[in-house]
């Protein structure tokens, strides 16, 4: 019995201690949200819209608990798989269910995605709060969002403005 109580009071210091890390990347456009919206709403639409992704089909399309497998342009054609948690106006979340920490080296990651009025355009902010794994440290994880994220507002931008 406490064998079990030592094993398990260690495994909460160690959740408690995990090194918690967070992203937050932010784009204006003079595109409406309406605009934004349509091509960042869809859950099931993301490989439309941020480069390195060859498909992402939801199961459930933008439902919330639907499920869908980004299909990355990499070699292998690796996969993540990821979960909606919430849609509500132009604003949705999703967290990573499984996907390899040499593909992206992070655990426990919750993302949300959001559109909002900003003057007579629009802007977007991606959040992320996660864990580094794979063996990465925090800065290796960050830089790995950051870049996600940068060039996926960075291509919503020049897509919804056309």
Request: include cysteine; glycine fraction near 10%; charge should be neutral.
């Amino acid at each position: 019995m406490f064998r079990l109580l030592g094993h398990t009071a260690a495994a909460l210091v160690c959740f408690a201690t995990a090194q918690a890390a967070e992203v937050t990347e932010s784009i204006t456009t003079t595109a409406s949200p309406k605009v934004v919206w349509a091509l960042v709403g869809p859950f099931e639409g993301i490989s439309g819209w941020l480069p390195g992704t060859l498909s992402s089909p939801a199961d459930h399309g933008s439902t919330v608990g639907s499920v869908r497998v980004l299909t990355l342009k990499a070699p292998g054609n690796p996969t993540v798989t990821e979960k909606l948690t919430a849609h509500k106006g132009h604003s949705y979340s999703y967290a990573i269910l499984a996907v390899d920490p040499k593909v992206l080296p992070v655990s426990g990651y919750t993302s949300t995605i959001s559109v909002s009025k900003d003057g007579t355009g629009s802007k977007i902010t991606w959040h992320a709060d996660f864990q580094p794994a794979g063996g990465a440290d925090e800065a290796t994880a960050d830089k790995a969002l950051t870049g996600l994220y940068q060039s996926g507002l960075a291509n919503i931008k020049t897509m919804a403005e056309k």
